[in-house]
């Protein structure tokens, strides 16, 4: 196996399944009774899901907003037992920048979302059962696999992306609960659309969190069928737990690239802590979001500076090649040297040493070992 190149699914862990006519017959066959810690009993049958802030109240028969958690006679039922995606990555790529840099995760994805961005960049395996043109093949698996497969390839990092994590997460609690165990660090790439509920079942497993705070106005994430406080919320206590936190920014021209809401977002996370690295990213014409134009090299830098200038340590552009430079790598915010020197997901030098700068000894924070 190469490390940096996709996983054939079908050589790694046996026969794929190929989406049906009845794709929702398919999905519905892969599923599990949830965690008893991310359901709440309710009189006649009725359940409510506690994977995400949306907190769906259900009768027997009806689904959730993400369509795939639903409830079977009195059971909440959610996805197990099931890939859509797995490779391995540069650690880099998600964008974790402070975490085992130079070294791969395994990344792995299932299917589904409890938003519908018209941006999405994963919408093929994001929207299942919403879009029909989101048909993604699957893979039969289980935990016990995927942490073979990691550990027979040396691999220290285990994240669950691709499609939102939080409504998939009973199986990737089944998958961190002996990976931890293990010495593997485990993470998540979400929309931050978290419960409390959730995040104390999730976090004793959990040793990195990337947030993507997708704009800083309850306005913009009605237009993706969420809310901002819960995502506020979600931030805030990573913040403060023992999980190592970053934040990602796609700026999308039309819908977050003002002035006033970059520094909004800039100004909320310094105010937390002014280590959390920011990642701010261009976006591309993707699914239903054909018509803006991509993210220029100017706004990537007007957005960096904006970051800088409300006293993040670390801020970070990337999913373009216009506006790399300095603003890929990692700099000491004590003494100003050049500490990690990337081209896009790939490490070309580190000089960090046990986590401090070599010339001014200033504690860099991260999770580097």
């Not at 949306?54 to 028969?61: I, K, V």
């Not at 010495?183 to 931050?192: E, L, Q, Y």
């Not at 890929?328 to 896009?344: A, N």
């Amino acid at each position: 196996m190469r490390v940096g190149c996709a996983f054939n699914l079908e050589h790694a862990m046996g026969q794929s399944s190929q989406p049906s006519a009845d794709y929702q017959a398919l999905l519905d066959a892969y599923t599990a009774p949830a965690d008893r810690l991310l359901v709440e009993k309710l009189p006649d049958k009725a359940v409510r899901c506690l994977a995400c802030a949306h907190r769906c109240t259900l009768s027997p028969g009806q689904r959730g907003i993400c369509r795939l958690r639903f409830n079977q006679d009195g059971e909440l039922r959610v996805p197990y037992g099931y890939l859509a995606g797995l490779a391995v990555d540069p650690v880099e790529k998600k964008p974790f920048f402070h975490v085992l840099p130079g070294r791969s995760s395994l990344s792995f994805g299932m299917l589904g979302c409890n938003f519908r961005c018209d941006f999405c960049q994963n919408w093929q395996s994001s929207q299942a059962l919403r879009d029909h043109d989101a048909c993604t093949g699957l893979t039969p698996n289980t935990p016990e696999q995927v942490l073979a497969l990691a550990q027979k390839n040396g691999l220290p990092a285990l994240i669950s992306t691709y499609n939102e994590p939080l409504i998939t997460s009973d199986w990737a609690l089944a998958l961190f609960e002996e990976a931890h165990a293990a010495g593997i660090k485990c993470g998540f790439v979400s929309n931050g659309f978290a419960t409390p509920e959730l995040l104390s079942r999730l976090l004793p497993f959990m040793d990195m969190f990337k947030v993507d705070l997708k704009c800083f106005t309850a306005e913009g994430y009605r237009k993706l069928g969420g809310r901002l406080a819960p995502v506020l919320d979600t931030i805030t206590r990573l913040a403060a737990s023992d999980v190592w936190l970053e934040v990602v920014t796609l700026i999308v021209p039309g819908f977050n690239d003002d002035e006033k809401e970059l520094s909004a977002i800039a100004a909320f996370l310094a105010s937390l802590s002014p280590d959390i690295p920011w990642h701010i990213t261009g976006f591309r014409p993707q699914y239903r979001y054909q018509d803006a134009d991509a993210t220029s090299a100017d706004v990537l830098t007007r957005a960096w500076n904006i970051g800088r200038d409300e006293g993040l340590h670390f801020v970070y552009t990337g999913n373009t090649g216009l506006c790399r430079q300095a603003r890929e790598h990692t700099l000491c915010p004590g003494c100003g040297i050049l500490l990690i020197e990337r081209q896009g997901f790939f490490v070309v030098r580190n000089r960090l040493h046990q986590g401090r700068c070599p010339d001014c000894s200033t504690s860099i924070p991260g999770l580097w070992h």
